[in-house]
């Protein structure tokens, strides 16, 4: 029991604090007077009190660099293990951070996302776990600067420092709250990533440029800092996944992962290797390592065969809903999806394709280009196991799923739902795999890739280095999958980003030379007088038809990569935003499709409009209309005869009546309306009666544009005085 009591400790303390604020040597800021006395105060008085052993308490002071935001001034171990840090403020601001105002501030919504953290500007303690204040914030009585030695603790104090110093990890307990936790410590990382790389730091801008040339040659600083952040989150994510403890360090984590994980393994070991990075990282690295090391994987998602489902949108939602926007990042509802996949398996079982087994069929190949957290690869695995049980029982299902396996492919941009896709499909095929007596045969690997679908797949790899070949080899195999395998079905829900003129790749730049950029193909000729509408194309929707309609059909082939044409077969079906079916800009991307495909269907899930109530809407954070086409083509289709398009309009109502009505729907009931055949007419149905006979709208006006469009609405006011006013 130590021979102080709190109150001698807090004396001493004012004591040490008034004479350095007083000293007319006074040097650094007045928060760096503190540190002395603070680390003082606690190793010398409160450990003692709260009878720890000597040494159970450390403190690692950083340099005083008070313009980082993502570094407290102090790192805490108990026992050593780290567990938490210590934020100290010019004596005076107080320990509310939530009433900071200018740097503090900023830096408060960076640090708020760590789990143990102690505010103190040597006045007032307190304490903070996930940005929620913890108990009372604790006020010291007097004055540190007049009254020295007669300043006085409440015992709360103590309670305090001892809450603190005995904090253990929460282990999560359900996906979403693991989705949470991690998407905070993931944005603490990448803050801590994007500062560093401001500050100049070497190594890690030197990595940057490295992951540059392996992956991403169009990432800038904050798509590395988004990239490095989630890779390394969600690297050690499925490192728990396989039971491998980070207590040793990241960096051993990496080693073991890839033994059984080589691509994303590789990743986390090229992110983590360096050691001055993982220095300058520490504060969030060391955090998520202890963190995380809590998981229990096969405890969190239990009893719930969808936990995953929607992990990396809870994981969004906290991580940064803006990033979710800008990646056009909204998952499939699964209802959705199985609606999708059981109609284009109607698709391949029909006349036009003749192939019973629909996704069953050993000739078929699948791709989703934005595979997100797999839905619709996982929907396919499960209509081909349905399909196989069917016709063969379920005892041949596990051979004829190991196969399938070589048949699906997904591509992604990001690490997060990359690696989320991954553990569900090898979830699943684990659980369809079983054969007798309940043992999993050997798990097939997955073609499954980080890239960007858009890119150029004709460009020539560097040679990298041996430590990467996993990812070199990975990238080579995804151009490969682009440039030469035959797909028979491109199935998916592209992103959506609506003024994205270069982010296209090499859809819409193309090879350059003579060649056509595929994106060009859908360009219409001036004579056409729709060129106000083109900018339309530019979003990443469309982009990402473009690149199925070239995958699957061959569309444009010879024009964007001087390789000749070839007569394909196959189904493209994608759920978007429904502008392209009748707005004026797309009618050569229509005129293409009428031109290549056999058949066409529009499923319009947004009969209500614009800005629907967001009850009835399919993916409840987006505005536009949304519609489901599925464009099929056979082999020797004639393109001077137009596609068989055909309608069909989900009911007006609640987004739950919509999935029923879609998992009524099929190819071959009553209810689809025949669409006209005119090469650049709209994918809606022929207008009948009165409308019909009226004059459409743009003939009455002698141009058709969008007139001025300045962005904002002051600029517009129905009288003169109101704009001179403003
Ligand atoms: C709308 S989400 C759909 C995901 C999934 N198909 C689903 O419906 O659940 C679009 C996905 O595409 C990915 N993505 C965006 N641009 C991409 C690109 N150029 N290449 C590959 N994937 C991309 C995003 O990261 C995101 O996960």
Not at 259 to 267: E, H, P, Y
Request: hydrophobic content about 40%; aromatic content about 8%.
């Amino acid at each position: 029991m130590s021979s102080k009591s709190l109150e001698s400790i807090v004396s001493a303390f004012g004591h040490a604090v008034s004479k350095k604020l007083s000293s007319p040597v006074i040097s650094g800021a007045p928060e760096d007077q503190l540190r002395g006395p603070l680390e003082a105060l606690i190793l010398e008085g409160i450990v003692g009190l709260l009878d720890y052993p000597k040494d159970a308490v450390a403190l690692i002071g950083e340099t005083a660099l008070s313009e980082i935001m993502t570094r407290p001034d102090y790192a805490v171990t108990f026992k050593k293990a780290l567990t938490g840090f210590i934020e100290v403020k010019a004596p005076g601001k107080g320990a509310d951070p939530r009433r900071f105002q200018g740097h503090d501030k900023e830096q408060w919504t960076r640090l708020k996302s760590l789990p143990n953290l102690l505010y103190t500007d040597g006045m007032s303690f307190s304490l903070w776990r996930d940005g929620e204040l913890q108990g009372a914030i604790v006020r010291l009585e007097g004055d540190l600067e007049t009254d020295g030695k007669a300043v006085k603790a409440p015992g709360e104090l103590l309670t305090l420092f001892s809450d603190f110093f005995t904090w253990t990890p929460q282990t999560p307990k359900t996906p979403r709250r693991l989705a949470e936790v991690s998407a905070r410590l993931c944005r603490l990382l990448r803050d801590e990533v994007s500062e560093q790389l401001e500050r100049g730091n070497v190594a890690l801008t030197g990595l940057a440029e490295d992951w540059r040339k392996l992956l991403f040659p169009q990432a800038d600083d904050a798509q590395f800092a988004d990239g490095y952040a989630q890779a390394v989150t969600f690297g050690l994510l499925i490192a728990r996944t396989r039971d491998i403890p980070l207590s040793n360090g990241i960096e051993h984590a990496a080693i073991d992962l890839k033994k059984s994980n080589s691509l994303i393994g590789t990743a986390l070991g090229l992110l983590t290797d360096n050691a001055d990075n993982r220095m300058v990282l520490k504060t969030s690295l060391d955090t998520m390592a202890r963190v995380l090391n809590e998981v229990n994987w096969h405890e969190v998602g239990k009893n719930d065969p969808d936990a995953w489902l929607y992990f990396y949108e809870h994981f969004l939602e906290v991580y940064d809903n803006t990033l979710r926007k800008r990646t056009g990042s909204y998952y499939t509802p699964p209802e959705v999806v199985n609606a999708m996949v059981r109609l284009v398996d109607e698709v391949l079982r029909g006349p036009l394709f003749e192939r019973p087994l629909g996704f069953a069929s050993t000739d078929v190949t699948v791709a989703d280009p934005a595979v997100g957290t797999g839905t619709f690869l996982l929907g396919v695995l499960r209509r081909i196991a349905d399909t196989v049980a069917g016709d063969l029982g379920a005892g041949a299902v596990p051979a004829a799923i190991s196969a399938a396996a070589n048949r699906l492919i997904g591509f992604e941009l990001q690490f997060g739902p990359f690696a989320v896709a991954q553990l569900r499909l090898i979830a699943e095929f684990q659980e369809l795999m079983v054969v007798g007596a309940g043992k999993s045969a050997t798990l097939p690997s997955l073609r499954l890739f980080i890239t960007d679908t858009l890119g150029n797949p004709y460009v020539e790899d560097e040679h990298l280095p041996q430590m990467l070949q996993p990812i070199a080899t990975s990238r080579r195999e995804a151009n490969a999958i682009k440039k030469g395998q035959p797909i028979t079905v491109v199935i998916g829900n592209p992103p959506y980003k609506e003024k994205a003129e270069g982010r296209g790749g090499w859809i819409e730049a193309g090879s350059g030379g003579k060649m056509v950029a595929p994106m060009d193909w859908w360009r219409p000729p001036v004579e056409w007088g729709v060129s106000a509408h083109t900018k339309h194309l530019k979003n990443l929707y469309v982009y990402f038809w473009r690149w199925a309609t070239w995958k699957v059909f061959g569309t444009g082939n010879y024009a964007a990569t001087g390789t000749p044409d070839r007569d394909e077969e196959g189904v493209v079906c994608y759920i978007t935003v429904a502008g392209f079916l009748n707005g004026p800009g797309f009618q050569k991307m229509r005129d293409d499709l009428r031109r290549t495909c056999s058949n066409i269907w529009i499923i319009d899930c947004s009969p209500e409009g614009h800005q629907p109530e967001v009850a009835t809407r399919i993916f409840q954070g987006v505005q536009q209309p949304v519609c489901i086409v599925i464009a099929a083509k056979t082999l020797g289709k004639d393109r001077a005869v137009p596609a068989k398009v055909r309608y069909v309009a989900l009911p007006k109502g609640r987004r739950e009546e919509k999935f029923q009505a879609l998992s009524a729907l099929s190819l071959d009931v009553a209810g689809w309306e025949e669409c006209s055949d005119g090469w650049r007419d709209g994918f809606l149905p022929e207008a009948t009666g009165s409308w019909a006979d009226m004059p459409p709208l743009t003939s009455l006006f002698v141009y058709d544009g969008s007139g001025v469009m300045p962005g904002r609405t002051w600029v517009i006011a129905p009288d003169r005085e109101s704009l001179a006013r403003r």
